[in-house]
């Protein structure tokens, strides 16, 4: 007779415990803490870096299944809300539950709208960072700093307050992502528009000049499909490190700041700015084959390639190729995507490649549509930030409102020298 549960003989000790398995197919770790050799042994612990096999949360928010290549926002598949959706309601849905009905939209659209500017002091603050500063390091510090300019965003378990600090930071965010911009260019900073949707204030405030832009509706659009399928992708890097860093009940600009960190770096969000990186270094076509060789001999990675949870393909890559030939037919052929196209080509061919599941992922192509957009190398995962600040901020309200949630606390296996006595400065060697 089957039972949800799992018998574990400790050979050890040749005794068996019985540990329940939950509806979700999981096993508490704390449940394996009796399991001991002797009355004061610690208990058994899992031992599991990169949380490999660890579910850390019960989350209501995204679903992946990543052998079969589904992505789902609250149950709605990525495909259907991509075509359909606008940025706004999905980061409604993500931290609502719900799509928005009209009423509601209008409001979080509002809210959000009234909110766009920035203290003046944001502006003194960026003007501290050299010219060349990478986006992502003043996008991270200055989230940081809004924490000083929102003390009251410390009342983390109030609901009101957790709702106007997301509101905050999602109308905010497209301000201060843009004013990085113009630093960079040495431009004066455009101000927020509130005539102007989510997007389009957003690609105003980055290539206006002179207070004039002419928008380009399909370029907007896709923009705002890329931030759709950006909007959340449950525990990675990022949403752990704001989830872990927003259970010590720090404000949540604090917490962004720690997810935008954690973003930058290349093997998580800063890998749609190393795929271009890699495709200018391999130059032409016929250097693809080296460059192959290369990444077979341990000697670099194709950057875009590989997901820790999709194993068959990403969904999103998928879509994104798609927006990629919208976007070349406004701008003309970027001609990286020549070497993109082959580089794919020979690597889903490869023994190397298909034996280890590695698929292009979301950043494979998006860099190639950021940059036939006119945006710079360095500022693609500025434009990944500002997609995934929805599921951040959902992610971080529904830790928050978790009663099984702690403050976050792995455990170690330690394995330094023994306990020894202190040696003083003359006597080292
Ligand atoms: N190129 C070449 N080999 C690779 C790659 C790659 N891009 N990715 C993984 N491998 C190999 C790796 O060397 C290892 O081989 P072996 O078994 O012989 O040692 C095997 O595949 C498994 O790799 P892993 O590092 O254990 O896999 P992981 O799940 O820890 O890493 C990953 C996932 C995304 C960090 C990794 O695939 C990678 O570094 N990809 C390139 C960077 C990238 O495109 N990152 C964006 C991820 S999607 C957007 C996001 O979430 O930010």
Same mark, same amino acid.
């Given at each position: 007779?089957?039972?949800?549960?799992?018998?574990?003989?400790?050979? /050890?000790?040749?005794?068996?415990?019985?540990?329940?398995?939950?509806?979700?197919?999981?096993?508490?770790?704390?449940?394996?803490?009796?399991?001991?050799?002797?009355?004061?042994?610690?208990?058994?612990?899992?031992?599991?870096?990169?949380?490999?096999?660890?579910?850390?949360? /019960?989350?209501?928010?995204?679903?992946?299944?990543?052998?079969?290549?589904?992505?789902?926002?609250? #149950?709605?598949? +990525?495909?259907?809300? *991509?075509?359909?959706?606008?940025?706004?309601?999905? *980061?409604?849905?993500?931290?609502?539950?719900?799509?928005?009905?009209?009423?509601?939209?209008?409001?979080?659209?509002?809210? +959000?709208?009234?909110?766009?500017?920035?203290?003046?002091?944001?502006?003194?603050?960026?003007?501290?960072?050299?010219?060349?500063?990478?986006?992502?390091?003043?996008?991270?510090?200055? !989230?940081?700093?809004?924490?000083?300019?929102?003390?009251?965003?410390?009342? !983390?378990?109030?609901?009101?307050?957790?709702?106007?600090? /997301?509101?905050? &930071?999602?109308?905010?965010?497209?301000? +201060?992502?843009?004013?990085?911009?113009?630093?960079?260019? #040495?431009?004066?900073?455009?101000?927020?528009?509130?005539?102007?949707?989510?997007?389009?204030?957003?690609?105003?405030?980055?290539?206006?000049?002179?207070?004039?832009?002419?928008?380009?509706?399909?370029?907007?659009?896709?923009?705002? $499909?890329?931030?759709?399928?950006?909007?959340?992708?449950?525990?990675?890097?990022?949403? %752990?490190?704001?989830?872990? !860093?927003?259970?010590?009940?720090?404000?949540?600009?604090?917490?962004?700041?720690?997810? $935008? *960190?954690?973003?930058?770096?290349?093997?998580?969000?800063?890998?749609?700015?190393?795929?271009?990186?890699?495709?200018?270094?391999?130059? %032409?076509?016929?250097? $693809?084959? #080296?460059?192959?060789?290369?990444?077979?001999?341990?000697?670099?990675?194709?950057?875009?390639?590989?997901?820790?949870?999709?194993?068959?393909?990403?969904?999103?890559?998928?879509?994104?190729?798609? !927006?990629?030939?919208?976007?070349?037919?406004?701008?003309?052929?970027?001609?990286?995507?020549?070497?993109?196209?082959?580089?794919?080509?020979?690597?889903?061919?490869?023994?190397?490649?298909?034996?280890?599941?590695?698929?292009?992922?979301?950043?494979?192509?998006?860099?190639?549509?950021?940059?036939?957009?006119?945006?710079?190398?360095?500022?693609?995962?500025?434009?990944?930030?500002?997609? /995934?600040?929805?599921?951040? &901020?959902?992610?971080?309200?529904?830790? +928050?409102?978790?009663?099984?949630?702690?403050?976050?606390?792995?455990?170690?296996?330690?394995?330094?020298?023994?306990?020894?006595?202190?040696?003083?400065?003359?006597?080292?060697?």
């Amino acid at each position: 007779m089957p039972t949800n549960s799992l018998t574990v003989t400790d050979n /050890r000790t040749g005794k068996s415990y019985e540990i329940p398995v939950d509806e979700c197919g999981t096993i508490k770790a704390m449940d394996l803490r009796q399991i001991k050799t002797a009355p004061d042994d610690f208990g058994l612990m899992t031992y599991d870096p990169a949380f490999m096999n660890t579910a850390a949360c /019960r989350s209501a928010i995204t679903f992946i299944d990543g052998d079969r290549g589904i992505l789902e926002y609250r #149950g709605y598949p +990525i495909e259907e809300i *991509a075509e359909h959706g606008t940025f706004l309601e999905v *980061a409604y849905l993500l931290n609502e539950g719900e799509l928005p009905n009209a009423a509601q939209l209008h409001k979080w659209t509002d809210d +959000i709208r009234y909110h766009t500017y920035v203290h003046t002091n944001i502006i003194k603050f960026l003007e501290g960072f050299r010219y060349d500063a990478h986006p992502m390091g003043m996008l991270l510090s200055t !989230v940081g700093a809004l924490s000083t300019f929102y003390p009251d965003a410390r009342h !983390v378990h109030d609901p009101e307050n957790r709702y106007i600090q /997301r509101v905050r &930071l999602m109308a905010k965010l497209p301000t +201060i992502a843009a004013f990085c911009f113009r630093h960079n260019r #040495g431009l004066p900073y455009e101000f927020p528009r509130n005539d102007l949707e989510y997007i389009g204030n957003f690609v105003n405030m980055t290539f206006s000049i002179g207070g004039k832009h002419e928008p380009n509706p399909v370029l907007q659009r896709a923009l705002e $499909i890329l931030l759709i399928l950006h909007a959340d992708h449950e525990q990675n890097c990022s949403t %752990s490190a704001v989830r872990a !860093v927003g259970s010590s009940a720090v404000d949540v600009f604090s917490a962004v700041s720690a997810g $935008i *960190a954690a973003l930058y770096g290349p093997l998580h969000g800063g890998a749609n700015e190393a795929v271009l990186r890699m495709l200018d270094e391999i130059g %032409s076509r016929d250097r $693809i084959p #080296g460059f192959i060789e290369k990444v077979k001999k341990g000697e670099g990675r194709l950057m875009g390639f590989g997901h820790r949870v999709y194993k068959s393909y990403d969904p999103r890559a998928k879509l994104i190729k798609k !927006v990629a030939y919208d976007v070349f037919a406004e701008t003309g052929m970027n001609p990286k995507l020549e070497i993109a196209l082959e580089l794919e080509r020979i690597a889903l061919q490869d023994d190397y490649f298909i034996s280890r599941k590695l698929y292009p992922n979301v950043d494979f192509y998006s860099g190639l549509i950021y940059q036939a957009m006119g945006y710079p190398t360095d500022y693609f995962t500025v434009l990944f930030a500002l997609g /995934r600040l929805p599921g951040w &901020l959902a992610q971080w309200s529904e830790m +928050i409102q978790d009663k099984e949630q702690k403050i976050a606390r792995p455990r170690q296996v330690y394995v330094g020298p023994e306990r020894r006595p202190y040696v003083a400065i003359a006597e080292r060697p």
